[in-house]
């Protein structure tokens, strides 16, 4: 198997028990996930060698979190043990037409503290095939961005291909700022993933044919998109999950790819998610189950479906992390969705 590093923050998460609102809520349920970190769960599952890179406070609520990251496999060796504090996110999940709500308390976390001299770059990424990071990363802090930045470099120096999951999150940075950090990172990469918000909020791309928000999913306008981000950075793979959200617990969910050089493109097979058990961490298991597919030597259509059906899995498991198995994967992606009892 494919040796792979992720690199990212690991956070506490607190989310309401039963769809409560926060003001409803005498207890939280704990977990442990973040972007990066649920990519590196999901590959460590499917039997890849797969490093996470990080800063995690010295101290107990630390050790939770890698403790959780070593419970699925994942190598936590190059993790520095530095900083002050955990970053927490608060979650109050949505239900019907009421929408999830995510607090983030993560300011001055270990990740956001940590400086690019505190990793070893080049034991990291000795004999490694695959790096992954998000947008989420250099969005924590200006040090952050400077620790993914000197990672992708080295990442490149070391001939590994690079992934990245654009990951707009406008809790944390605007999007005019996201733009001038995430565009320099885009000369390392090679598979570029990311929905039309994106494409739009992180590299000031917009659709020239027709409005990707209406209510159905319009895919000239994806192609158009791809088009003009493979112009430009000349990805070797663009790639973007498509969301239809009828309300917070009923969704279609399918993606589309296309190859940077020939642009061809391919639009999946479409699964409809009701209800919805949990969708945080849809797009980190669809990140995942696509670098999966093609450290696997799938072709991008293959690919494409064995991260649709992975992702959609992902929506009835509890928790940011997606606990499917590759079988599991290859069953829902050969057609049977049909949920019976495995007896």
Wanted: charged letters at 25%; glycine letters at 8%; a negative charge.
């Amino acid at each position: 198997m494919a040796k792979v590093v992720t690199m990212g923050e690991i956070m506490l998460r607190l989310s309401t028990p039963n769809n409560e609102k926060f003001i409803q809520a005498d207890e939280f349920d704990v977990n442990y996930g973040g972007g990066e970190a649920n990519v590196a769960v999901s590959l460590a599952n499917y039997g890849h060698d797969v490093q996470f890179v990080s800063a995690i406070p010295n101290n107990p609520i630390g050790e939770c979190a890698i403790a959780t990251l070593r419970k699925y496999n994942v190598g936590t060796k190059f993790i520095s043990r530095s900083g002050d504090r955990l970053g927490i996110y608060f979650l109050e999940t949505g239900s019907a037409m009421r929408a999830s709500n995510v607090v983030y308390d993560r300011a001055n976390s270990s990740i956001a503290t940590a400086t690019a001299d505190e990793f070893d770059f080049d034991a990291i990424f000795a004999d490694a095939d695959w790096f992954h990071f998000t947008g989420i990363t250099p969005a924590v802090s200006d040090l952050a961005a400077e620790v993914t930045e000197a990672a992708c470099k080295a990442a490149k120096a070391h001939g590994v291909k690079v992934s990245v999951d654009l990951n707009f999150r406008k809790k944390l940075w605007s999007s005019e700022k996201a733009q001038r950090i995430m565009t320099n990172l885009m000369q390392y990469v090679d598979v570029c993933i990311g929905n039309e918000e994106d494409a739009e909020k992180v590299l000031g791309f917009k659709p020239g044919k027709t409005d990707v928000t209406s209510g159905e999913l319009e895919l000239a306008g994806y192609v158009d998109i791809f088009n003009q981000m493979a112009d430009r950075f000349g990805f070797e793979y663009i790639i973007s999950s498509l969301r239809e959200s009828h309300s917070a617990s009923d969704n279609d969910w399918s993606a589309c790819i296309m190859d940077g050089k020939t642009r061809e493109f391919y639009h999946s097979r479409k699964y409809h998610i009701a209800p919805i058990v949990d969708r945080v961490g849809g797009g980190d298991s669809f990140a995942a189950g696509l670098v999966c597919g093609l450290l696997d030597g799938k072709d991008m259509k293959a690919a494409l479906e064995f991260a649709v059906a992975a992702s959609a899995l992902k929506h009835t498991i509890p928790g940011d992390i997606n606990l499917v198995t590759r079988a599991d994967v290859e069953t829902l992606a050969g057609g049977d969705g049909s949920g019976r009892v495995q007896r």
